[in-house]
């Protein structure tokens, strides 16, 4: 129920410009001339922030943001570093492929592209880790070009306009969405437009508890208008989340603990990690460690459980220290617990490097 599309853009994109959040990946705000082109954030600001920001809250980005453009402040720069210290810097923003798939778009960017991050969709969604979403925010942040997004805030601030009742993650009402995203796009400021709608999810046409009386474009919705916004867009049917029981064992050679590399793909790939098994048995043993080690061990004494909450998944990770017996340590890496500030950990062996430092709980 948008009516009148002209009306519905000023006002949206007047509400941006006096309410749109001061945030490092945009560039400060100065009302274009008419007639003159828009000003854009620089489009390696806009990969990097886009790729953080999925899945992840904006406050929480803000800082890693700042600490990779200090170390990395080119593509170039990227593309060039080691792919651990890319992770490193990542540690504890959570899914880290999208740290792999950014180093690889980098490196791909500047054999392919001659280090110039491309303007148009088609061409962005070749890159790895560029999916629909990205591509658009690329293309109509960076570069003005009139492309479509549709990430969470989009689709629920759309299915709220259209007053859309049906589920928004069937194949069909995406197609819809996308179609209206496409749709409503002005012909100038199209990357400020698409950042406004992304904003007023965000900011005021919440998941719940949305600010219906002071919407910029309260007029133009057909949920507000019957009064169900409430119950817009279905939420999403609950699956049970399975649980996954691991061991973990930090097994000391004098001031030094054995750590893994875990394989380069899958969850928390190429990041590095105590000695970790799947548990079989509800509490570890000796021989068990004998068996899958083939190292000799004094009697494992628990740490401590870490837990740790993933989207589809919940882990339990059950911590212990164990001193090695025998002396067979070539091809294995051996550190301090100072050294592992140099290796790339997840939170949860982050969590059970403290538990090391303070002692069993």
């Known amino acids: 129920m948008i009516g009148e599309m002209k009306k519905f853009q000023r006002a949206l994109l007047a509400w941006y410009d006096k309410n ?5 990946w945009r560039i400060p705000f100065s009302r274009p001339a008419r007639g003159s082109c828009p000003t854009t954030p620089h489009p390696y600001q806009v990969l990097l922030s886009e790729a953080m920001l999925q899945q992840t809250q904006v406050a929480t980005v803000i800082p890693y943001f700042h600490r990779f453009l200090a170390r990395f402040p080119t593509l170039s720069d990227l593309a060039s570093a080691d792919q651990q210290e890319v992770l490193r810097l990542w540690q504890g923003l959570g899914y880290y492929s999208r740290a792999r798939n950014l180093h690889a778009c980098a490196q791909k960017v500047m054999t392919d592209h001659d280090g110039e991050i491309p303007s ?6 070749n890159l790895p880790g560029i999916g629909r979403y990205t591509a658009g925010a690329i293309a109509s942040l960076a570069y003005d070009r009139r492309a479509p997004i549709l990430d969470g805030n989009v689709m629920r601030v759309l299915c709220r306009i259209d007053q ?3 589920d928004p993650r069937e194949r069909a009402i995406q197609a819809r969405l996308w179609s209206r995203a496409k749709e409503i796009l002005p012909q100038r ?3 400020d437009f698409n950042s406004a709608l992304m904003e007023l999810g965000a ?24 009064g169900i916004q409430d119950r817009i867009p279905i939420p999403k049917k609950s699956k049970p989340i399975p649980r996954h029981v691991r061991y973990v064992l930090c097994i000391r050679h004098s001031q030094h603990f054995l750590i893994e ?5 899958g969850r928390w790939g190429g990041m590095w990690q105590f000695k970790t098994l799947q548990a079989t048995k509800p509490r570890l043993t000796t021989s068990q460690l004998k068996a899958h080690l083939g190292l000799t061990v004094s009697p494992p004494r628990r740490l401590g459980v870490i837990r740790h909450s993933l989207t589809h998944r919940h882990y339990e990770f059950d911590a212990y220290e ?17 050294e592992l500030d140099s290796y790339p950990l997840s939170k949860p062996q982050l969590s059970i490097a403290k538990l090391l430092k303070v002692g069993p709980v």
């Open 164 to 166: 859309i009742e049906t």
């Open 203 to 226: 900011m005021v046409c919440t998941p719940k508890n949305p600010q219906c009386p002071v919407c910029p474009v309260n007029q133009h919705c057909q949920a507000a208008a019957s």
């Open 20 to 24: 749109r959040r001061d945030l490092p």
């Open 189 to 191: 400021r199209v990357g």
């Open 120 to 125: 148009e969709v088609d061409a962005l969604l």
């Open 261 to 265: 590399q875990r394989p380069s793909k």
């Open 322 to 338: 164990a001193n090695l017996l025998s002396h067979r340590t070539i091809g294995q890496v051996w550190v301090t617990l100072g």
